[in-house]
């Protein structure tokens, strides 16, 4: 087993700080001094601090009177244990994007259990470069510590200068030379421990330990022995939920939607790998705004298939939430999936190391082989998503054909947000009925407008008809009750128009149509 | 290397002779068109720009027979902004696959043009088919980039008398109806030679997958004609 420890030294305080991370944007200013505060007995101390106020000289343990006199304008938040708890497990989700066995360890460590993991992710370099460079990218500060043992791991991952051990003897070396304040013991066994001269670690490992035990307390012993491996601690598995539904606070209210962007990223980096730990996609989502003082915004996103790719959900998003005018400032943020399923495995190419279609010319290929592929499919459907999020879902449509000799009910339409289906069932239904050469399909086929006017128009005066009448009755039996005669007329431009009289008025004529 | 393998590779360099044609070439159904046309058909990854004189004498009709080509291959077809709701009885009779065809309704030339330029970059949708009102040449422009990338057959409508102004499209056409034929005025050809077409209406019948019931076209230019153009004319979204 290989352990990956994740601490996460200031997660309130990076989640909670308008602080975006370097290199996003350029154009905010630096964030004044913020330090989290925590209530210990009668004391309020520091608990962790912004890079500002840490530049100013405050210290985690410092009491909070102390980094007064250092910054009076430093602001504070209050640590929040719940928060932080709720926080943390929005970490383990995106976590299970890089592996199976996510721990979540006391209130700030995240173990990933990742020897199973190197093989997708292309050995131990590539997957610690991208969990940094993840962490990095949402504005989360993160420290790694990797070893065969999880206690280790965690102490490396705490300690912050140790990259990664991989076997038990290099990591018995490593820990022999760490001094022996670094371990987390009670204040009282370090007092103990540095009046007795143990200095470093293998001063403590030498020691016999059932002397160990008796003079320093079990806690002393059993922390030795699982730093060593030679005894474990059992690590519960964290099991994601079965529907995701995680709220972000936002630092600042804002009622500009562009803003909320930043925020959302993070949410959905979670839902990425609560999608990809239980291979499923997304089909209905829906993200809700809270306001301080009104009902919450909710906003409903539903996919053509299944959809684990947060970058597409964030386009998607966005372009909805660029429409949306909000009126009063939102706090916060949920991000809840309706329903959810299974996605269709990623096509890895065995040579080319690339997911997906790749070439020089990816879409000419597709041009040409057609659009029925899979991987064409997801294109046009995520392409139809994109539309609708921004033109709206009721702007686009697929035509179909009414059962219906009426010519308005002849003409329906589906919804563009309904499943595809696969190509030419309706054509080719209709062309097995019709015979495409046989010669009396006239007969069968009346000429129909291109374009069908939504509602007929009145017509003053009695067109120039040059066809002979095609009678429509139907509809007796509902409400909709048609008796028409359709006539093609023409004017002097030579536009052609279907129009119609009502059977019991012949000469009051409706234009319904051109043949464009 | 020699010179002319050197030009040869070089893209962006047009040649007036021999040309070759990068895209594919969906033939138009019309013989007398093919002819007119550079590489015998309308080209893919190019902006075709057509100018008809008014709405529903045919202008729609003359690209069904791609259409429908396209739509048997089993490609997508996308119409952006159409004038009317383009009639699904009629679609079918010119063999076009309805569930691969999408409709985009949209409020203003903004959103066309957005939309035609996402349908045609993300190269999926083979055809797709605009109706613009009032654009700028850059507009334009970047619908035919759009096509370019997409390796698409874009489409654009616009008003007839817009056609003095200046548009970047490859090809241009003018359409207007004479009493029994379809007067395809090409104004703009992109390795090809201005010239007329004519299209004689019987030749439309194929494209719409019916006969047209009119035997006798010999409608003459009477009062109420032109005051029924002029009702139609007032319906047209765009004037």
Redesign the interface.
């Known amino acids: 087993m290989l352990w990956a420890a994740l601490y996460f030294p200031r997660l309130q305080l990076d989640l909670s700080s308008p602080d975006i991370p370097a290199g996003q944007r350029a154009d905010t200013p630096p964030a004044g001094p913020l330090a989290l505060v925590r209530q210990q007995q009668s004391r309020r101390l520091i608990c962790s601090a912004n890079t500002a106020a840490l530049q100013a000289g405050i210290q985690a343990g410092m009491p909070l009177t102390a980094a007064y006199a250092l910054i009076p304008a430093l602001q504070i938040l209050e640590y929040d244990p719940v928060r932080q708890q709720r926080d943390l497990r929005q970490q383990a989700l995106w976590a299970l994007r890089y592996s199976s066995w996510v721990s979540i360890h006391q209130s700030d460590i995240l173990l990933l259990e990742i020897a199973a993991s190197l093989k997708l992710f292309g050995g131990l370099k590539p997957l610690v470069t991208r969990l940094r460079e993840d962490c990095r990218a949402s504005g989360i500060s993160m420290q790694l510590g990797i070893a065969p043992v999880s206690e280790t791991a965690c102490l490396f991952a705490r300690m912050n200068n140790i990259t990664g051990v991989l076997s038990l003897d290099k990591m018995r070396r490593v820990l022999n030379d760490i001094p022996i304040q670094a371990l987390p013991l009670d204040p009282f066994v370090h007092k103990g421990l540095r009046q007795s001269g143990i200095r470093s670690c293998r001063q403590l490992f030498d020691l016999p330990r059932a002397a160990l035990g008796r003079r320093f307390g079990t806690g002393c012993l059993q922390l030795t022995e699982r730093l060593l491996g030679e005894s474990s601690e059992r690590l519960p598995a964290f099991e994601a939920p079965e529907q995701f539904d995680q709220q972000l606070d936002l630092p600042l209210e804002t009622c500009d939607s562009n803003s909320l962007q930043f925020p959302l990223k993070r949410l959905l980096r979670a839902l990425n790998g609560f999608l990809y730990s239980r291979a499923l996609g997304v089909i209905r989502l829906q993200l809700s705004l809270l306001h301080q003082q009104a009902p919450a915004t909710h906003l409903a996103f539903s996919f053509l298939s299944p959809v684990n790719d947060d970058a597409h959900l964030l386009k998607i998003i966005t372009e909805r939430l660029s429409r949306l005018v909000l009126t009063c400032p939102t706090v916060a943020i949920i991000l809840t999936t309706r329903e959810l399923a299974e996605q269709r495995a990623e096509i890895q190419d065995l040579f080319s190391g690339h997911t997906g279609t790749t070439g020089t010319h990816p879409l000419k290929t597709d041009v040409q082989a057609g659009t029925r592929s899979p991987a064409a499919q997801a294109d046009v459907a995520r392409l139809i998503e994109r539309l609708a999020a921004r033109l709206g879902e009721h702007q686009l449509y697929r035509p179909a054909l009414g059962d219906d000799h009426r010519p308005e009910a002849a003409s329906r339409t589906t919804a563009c947000l309904q499943p595809l289906r696969s190509a030419g069932r309706n054509l080719r239904s209709r062309q097995a009925t019709l015979p495409t050469h046989a010669p009396e399909q006239s007969l069968y086929r009346p000429a129909r407008p291109i374009w069908l006017l939504p509602v007929p128009v009145k017509l003053p005066y009695h067109p120039t008809l040059i066809s002979s009448a095609e009678r429509i009755e139907y509809g007796w039996w509902d409400t909709g009750d048609v008796r028409r005669d359709y006539y093609i007329a023409r004017d002097r431009h030579g536009v052609h128009y279907w129009v119609f009289c009502q059977r019991n008025s012949p000469q009051q004529f409706y234009l319904h149509g051109l043949f464009g | 290397m020699s010179l002319e393998a050197l030009l040869r590779a070089e893209p962006s360099l047009w040649r007036g002779e021999q040309q070759t044609f990068p895209h594919?070439i969906i033939p138009t159904g019309f013989r007398a068109l093919d002819h007119a046309l550079p590489g015998a058909g309308w080209q893919?990854g190019r902006l075709t720009e057509l100018l008809p004189?008014?709405?529903?004498?045919?202008?729609?009709?003359l690209l069904l027979p791609a259409l429908a080509a396209l739509?048997?291959?089993?490609?997508?077809i996308a119409l952006v902004h159409?004038?009317?709701?383009?009639?699904?009885?009629?679609?079918?009779?010119a063999?076009?696959?309805?569930?691969?065809?999408?409709?985009?309704?949209?409020d203003n030339d903004t959103?066309t043009l957005?939309?035609a330029e996402?349908?045609l970059r993300?190269?999926?949708?083979?055809a797709v088919i605009c109706w613009l009102h009032k654009t700028s040449p850059r507009q334009q422009r970047r619908l035919q980039l759009a096509a370019e990338a997409?390796?698409?057959w874009a489409v654009a409508y616009r008003p007839f008398d817009q056609q003095a102004d200046h548009s970047p499209a490859a090809l241009r056409i003018l359409i207007r109806?004479?009493?029994s034929y379809l007067e395809l005025d090409i104004r703009k050809s992109r390795g090809g030679r201005l010239q007329q077409v004519t299209l004689p209406l019987s030749a439309f019948d194929e494209a719409?997958?019916?006969?047209?019931?009119?035997c006798n076209?010999t409608?003459?230019?009477?009062e109420?004609?032109?005051?029924?153009?002029d009702?139609?004319a007032g319906?047209h979204p765009g004037g």
């Open positions: 594919r893919a004189a008014h709405t529903g004498h045919g202008e729609f009709s739509s048997r291959q089993g490609h997508w159409p004038p009317f709701i383009p009639y699904p009885p009629a679609l079918l009779n063999g076009i696959d309805l569930d691969r065809t999408l409709i985009t309704r949209t959103d957005w939309a996402q349908l993300a190269g999926s949708f083979p997409g390796h698409c109806q004479r009493p719409q997958g019916v006969e047209w019931p009119v076209a409608a003459s230019g009477t109420t004609a032109v005051r029924l153009h009702q139609a319906l």
